[in-house]
């Protein structure tokens, strides 16, 4: 089966700080793709940054990066600087390589608050 | 700005009483995805469409079906309610199914069962 933990339901970071969120996954698969997906309060889900498991260089976006350990099945997510705008419940979620199987398996989320 | 849209945005039907959900996409995707989320729960994929051709998840209760009429608009429908499918249900597209497109998300449509 394959799983998503994100064991932390809640994080609180202050404003221009930095905070990593974690998870961690299983599958058996070899060939897959990891992401990091944002859901502001009462707006739609936007995709933060994607990691593909056969490339070891750890994917970043702006203020966004990911700790990718393949080995250990783990990948963080780490905000720099803070903003007001990043209080958000995010989702980590992976997708395995399948085509008409191929489906996104999220894990449960976590909210994350910015204090200014 | 090409995107998904979701109609209604929050919905109240009551108990037994069919409800239908739209999803509407300027991206011209081929693939429509319904998920169901549910409060502090991670989404969970209902079915899918890549063009015409329906895929249903295995675990997904006869309940729910869909509809895909042309590209541009999918359809949730839920036959008779319950009160355990109160929930936010999650529309969204890509271009192909597979792990290199990015999924697109609407905003969600906010079901309550009374």
């Known amino acids: 089966a394959q799983t998503v933990t994100q064991s932390q339901p809640e994080m609180s970071v202050q404003e221009a700080e930095t905070v990593t969120l974690s998870c961690t996954y299983d599958t058996s698969e070899s060939n897959y793709y990891l992401f990091w997906y944002k859901q502001p309060p009462s707006r739609q889900m936007i995709l933060v940054i994607r990691?593909?498991?056969?490339?070891?260089q750890n994917a970043t976006e702006n203020r966004f990066s990911v700790n990718f350990q393949k080995a250990a099945k783990s990948f963080s997510l780490k905000i720099s600087d803070s903003q007001l705008g990043d209080t958000a419940m995010y989702f980590c979620a992976f997708i395995t390589n399948t085509g008409a199987n191929s489906k996104l398996t999220f894990g449960k989320g976590i909210t994350l608050s910015v204090r200014p | 700005d090409a995107m998904v849209i979701q109609n209604p945005r929050y919905q109240v039907t009551q108990f037994g009483k069919p409800v239908t959900l739209s999803c509407s996409q300027t991206l011209n995707h081929n693939v429509m995805y319904w998920y169901q989320q549910k409060s502090s729960q991670a989404p969970k994929l209902l079915f899918h469409?890549?063009?015409?051709?329906?895929?249903n998840e295995a675990d997904t209760p006869d309940n729910f079906q869909s509809r895909r009429p042309n590209t541009s608009f999918c359809f949730l429908d839920i036959r008779s309610p319950g009160l355990g499918d109160a929930a936010m249900y999650l529309c969204?597209?890509?271009?192909?199914?597979?792990?290199?497109?990015?999924?697109?998300f609407g905003p969600g449509t906010r079901l309550t069962v009374t």
């Open positions: 469409y890549y063009d015409k051709d329906f895929n």
């Open positions: 969204a597209t890509s271009v192909e199914r597979g792990a290199r497109d990015e999924q697109y």
């Open positions: 990691q593909e498991a056969y490339k070891q």
